[in-house]
T-cell receptor
Framework: LAKTTQPISMDSYEGQEVNITCSHN???????ITWYQQFPSQGPRFIIQ???TKVTNEVASLFIPADRKSSTLSLPRVSLSDTAVYYC??????????????FGTGTRLQVTL | GAVVSQHPSRVICKSGTSVKIECRSL??????MFWYRQFPKQSLMLMAT?????????EQGVEKDKFLINHASLTLSTLTVTSAHPEDSSFYIC?????????FGPGTRLLVL
């Protein structure tokens, strides 16, 4: 299972763009990159998933360089409600059996006024 | 995205009793579900992989006789904590995969007195 490394914590002011980078040097060819958000006493919530290049949805963008050894989650104009722990995970997303995910430490984002 | 539910959301029990936690995929079928445990201020730790119609696969260090898993249908997996002790108090979270993305349940808070 590919291991991921993220900053332990980040601070931001409300309204700023936040970029959280994750390293996954031993990512396998079949692995997708998925980011989750977790609030206290709740299960992780899916944010975005990608395989290569750039993916954008209504809440975030995910940038993946050509070598796929890292990825960056970009949150535009964060608000206080974005204060949470963000996890980057890699796993085998191809058809067949579901992939096991190994959670790293995650990044604790604190947004203030 | 797909929805995964858990029941109960929180449970308090006496030491020595058994507690059953249900995990359901509400709008998709899942041949594989995963069970995690999360202690305060820590990341999620994978406990076991629940396979529909077959035995669960446990991670190293997780006692299979203590954490009984049954995956009797494509939408339901149960985790039974047998003879619970205070050290089993934790936040238990399940997940299921739908079209190459894992979705997590809201979690179950277990407190063993």
């Amino acid at each position: 299972l590919a291991k991921t490394t993220q900053p332990i914590s980040m601070d931001s002011y409300e309204g700023q763009e936040v970029n959280i980078t994750c390293s996954h040097n031993n990512i396998a060819t079949n692995d997708y990159i998925t980011w989750y958000q977790q609030f206290p006493s709740q299960g992780p919530r899916f944010i975005i998933q990608g395989y290569k290049t750039k993916v954008t949805n209504e809440v975030a963008s995910l940038f993946i360089p050509a070598d796929r050894k890292s990825s960056t989650l970009s949150l535009p104009r964060v608000s206080l409600s974005d204060t949470a722990v963000y996890y980057c995970l890699v796993g085998d997303g191809l058809g067949g059996t579901a992939s096991k995910l190994t959670f790293g430490t995650g990044t604790r984002l604190q947004v203030t006024l | 995205g797909a929805v995964v539910s858990q029941h109960p959301s929180r449970v308090i029990c006496k030491s020595g009793t058994s507690v059953k936690i249900e995990c359901r995929s509400l709008d998709f079928q899942a041949t594989t579900m995963f069970w995690y445990r999360q202690f305060p201020k820590q990341s999620l730790m994978l406990m076991a992989t629940s396979n529909e119609g077959s035995k669960a696969t446990y991670e190293q260090g997780v006692e299979k006789d203590k954490f009984l898993i049954n995956h009797a249908s494509l939408t339901l997996s149960t985790l039974t904590v047998t003879s619970a002790h205070p050290e089993d108090s934790s936040f238990y979270i399940c997940s299921a995969e739908d079209r190459e993305t894992q979705y997590f349940g809201p979690g179950t808070r277990l407190l063993v007195l």
